[in-house]
C-alpha cells in the first residue's frame, strides 16, 4: 500500500468514525494503519537526516549519523 493509498484509507476511516462510528475490525485497522504511516514518517526522516553532512569549526566534516554514533559512545 502507497502513502497515499494509506493516507485516504487514513482519511476514510475517520471520517466514518466522525458520521457512524467504526466497527471493531474498523478501529483495528486504523490503529494498525496509522501505526505503519509514522513507522514510514520516520524512517524517511531518519533516511534524510543520515544524508546531512556538518562543517566543524576546525573546518572538517562530519555526517550526522557518524555523530549520532559518537554522541551514544560518550
Known sequence: MTVEEMTARINALYHKS????????EKEEQDRLRKAYVANVRA???GQLDNI???EKDGT??????RKKQDKQK
Open 61 to 66: 566534516i562530519t555526517d550526522l549519523k557518524d
Open 53 to 55: 553532512s556538518i562543517v
Open 18 to 25: 466522525q458520521a457512524e462510528g467504526l466497527t471493531e475490525t
Open 44 to 46: 524517511n526522516l531518519r
